[in-house]
């Protein structure tokens, strides 16, 4: 049976309301990428907020970097994005940023490091790609006149183009962003009648999301919005620090039918079970009341899974083999 990549996320919302300041923790597992002029790398982060409180999330990048997170401000505990752009080849070679938590007065940094790949320029493509994006938002405006103003807002927002790297084959991708909007671009490189372009406008935090698609002759469609994130250097082995004496316990590893977990004395439940594949999408989610918890597993493909938790703070963030 061919392997498969999962990710299963243990996550915890605490019932008592926590004293503010307490429970906030900022994970930043990949630090480490390689950039081309003009092109971009996204990385997850983890951000646990105690209830009632907000963070804020930025960057010290200069030097020819914009670094920043969509979205800046959470008021809930949340994956974010930290996306990262060379906008110039005046990069300086190599180059660390911090990136920043705050909540309450408390800051968390991690230290971010970026290096030249030396192997290409992402704005080669960059005029076929607005091309692409301005005849979108034209016919956007077409099919819903009604929101002409609110798409017109969009379409005039400050964008910043870039193109993800490591590059994608076959479908070539461009990405702009503007604060927590982001516009895809995509288009098939093939010859006619297998040649195609899309175009995807979203904002996540609003629910709101706009697909275009563009035919071998020209015709365009409106289409279902996908969603996209280009965090392809991210690796799932990567364990933000902690201490080994406060993590919880998974065990047999390599697995067959059943895990078994145990969360060390003084834990706050309950625990909250995230189940998400490798591009973040949740597959399950359920809670944990009980120092001593069992996953069953059988169902799942043989392969390289990770486990976490939290309850406010990390609690565990491990590699798990299947058999």
Known sequence: ????????????????????????????????????????VETKAWVSVPQGDSAILSTTATGGIIAFFQPSVVKQSRFVYLIIIS????????????AMAICNGTTLQKTVHVEDAHDGNGYLLVDSARYWLDT?????????????????QIETLPWIATFPYPPLWIVTHHLFVSGNWRATVLWHNMVPPDNWEKIFVYNEELDSCYGVHVDSYGQMSIIGCDIMHYNYQDTITSVPDMPVADMARVWPNPAEDEVHISFPEG??????????????????????????AHLHTGGFTPGLYVLQAENGGLLLREKLILR
Request: net charge neutral; glycine share 8%.
């Open 1 to 40: 049976m061919k392997n498969t990549l999962i990710i299963i996320v243990l996550a915890c919302l605490v019932q008592a309301s926590p004293v503010s300041g307490q429970g906030f923790s900022f994970s930043l597992p990949n630090t480490n990428f390689l950039l081309i002029q003009g092109g971009s």
């Open 87 to 98: 906008i110039d080849s005046g990069l300086v070679q190599p180059q660390n940023f911090q």
């Open 136 to 152: 979108a938002f034209g016919y956007l405006k077409h099919s819903y006149p009604v929101q002409k103003i609110f798409l017109n």
């Open 267 to 292: 834990t706050t439940f309950p625990v909250r079970i995230w189940m998400a594949d490798a591009t973040g999408r949740i597959l399950l989610e359920e809670c944990l009341q009980t120092p001593d």
